[in-house]
């Protein structure tokens, strides 16, 4: 039997499923942190040039990863949003931003804790950092936009018009290193493999699964809030069991 | 200079945001599940 998809684009269908996937990405997050701190505290060797403060890889990276991604995902609910006007698209894309800032200022505040040691500065006009200072302000900027426009299906609209005009900073962050003379080093993992030890590869890969999960853990907690204060009225909400007792 | 403080301050920093994030939106989620109640009972009251 052919699964329905489109019956999760439903708040009253996709509630429960979120309910049903957040301990499951809640306690991944929590089991792969712990086995990716392992491996990058007390497996991964120290790097010969940079010692000890390189194991900042093993957050700077995930959190780079997932700004971007939580982005372009964002962008993408805003898509589906303008597309088919569906109600969950927009709760998604509002779930996401504020997660996506917070990796966002991660990537920032961890990459200048690393620079300072290993550049001498916390912070350079570079592309790279600059285009994800610009990331994080499309963050915000999505954010506030939201909190400004009062009714939510028009914030909605808007939010995902203003996403899909940023999504093209992602290509400029994630190229920034090549097409620009950057004080940031190149990409050290790329399709055709890795310069950097495996045990530092698999603690830093380890990790970025981690911050997928709690991503979508925190995500799904959000839109299902979202979702109570939009539709509080609606007959689905008052047949839940935590809203009925 | 010990560069372990900047991990320590990389490390502390993501963990207390997402700490707060996780509180904020347990916070969120037990308001919002009171105004679907509240709002259930207001027509009773009416």
């Not at chain 1, 940079?50 to 900042?56: A, L, N, P, S």
């Not at chain 1, 962008?75 to 990796?103: D, K």
């Not at chain 2, 920093?13 to 009171?34: D, F, G, I, S, Y």
Request: aromatic share 14%.
């Amino acid at each position: 039997m052919a699964l329905n998809w489109t019956r999760f684009a439903s708040p009253a269908s996709f509630y429960p499923l979120a309910g049903t996937m957040i301990p499951w990405f809640g306690w991944g997050a929590a089991v792969l942190t712990a086995i990716g701190l392992w491996l990058g505290f007390a497996v991964a060797p120290t790097d010969f040039q940079q010692g000890e403060v390189y194991r900042i890889i093993f957050i700077h990276v995930p959190s780079a990863w997932m700004s971007m991604f939580l982005y372009v995902v964002m962008a993408f609910w805003g898509a589906l949003l303008l597309g088919f006007n569906t109600r969950l698209s927009g709760m998604m894309a509002q779930a996401i931003a504020p997660t996506g800032a917070l990796m966002t200022f991660v990537a920032l505040w961890t990459g200048a804790l690393w620079g300072r040691p290993t550049w001498g500065t916390y912070w350079a006009w570079d592309a790279r950092m600059t285009s994800e200072l610009i990331l994080l302000f499309l963050y915000f900027g999505i954010i506030a936009l939201r909190q400004a426009i009062g009714e939510p299906r028009r914030a909605d609209r808007a939010c995902a018009v203003l996403s899909l005009v940023g999504v093209v900073n992602i290509p400029i962050i994630y190229y920034s290193v090549k097409w620009w003379n950057t004080l940031h080093q190149g990409a050290s993992v790329k399709a055709t493999g890795a310069s950097m030890e495996t045990t530092m590869l698999a603690g830093m890969l380890v990790m970025s699964f981690a911050f997928w999960f709690y991503a979508i853990a925190v995500v799904l907690v959000r839109v299902r809030a979202i979702m109570l204060e939009r539709e509080r009225g609606a007959a689905w909400v008052a047949g839940l069991p935590e809203v009925n007792r | 200079m010990n560069h372990w403080y900047f991990i320590l301050g990389a490390y502390g920093v993501t963990v207390l945001l997402m700490l707060v994030e996780v509180v904020a939106l347990r916070t969120r989620r037990h308001a919002a599940v009171a105004a679907a109640q509240a709002s259930l009972e207001s027509p009773r009251k009416s």
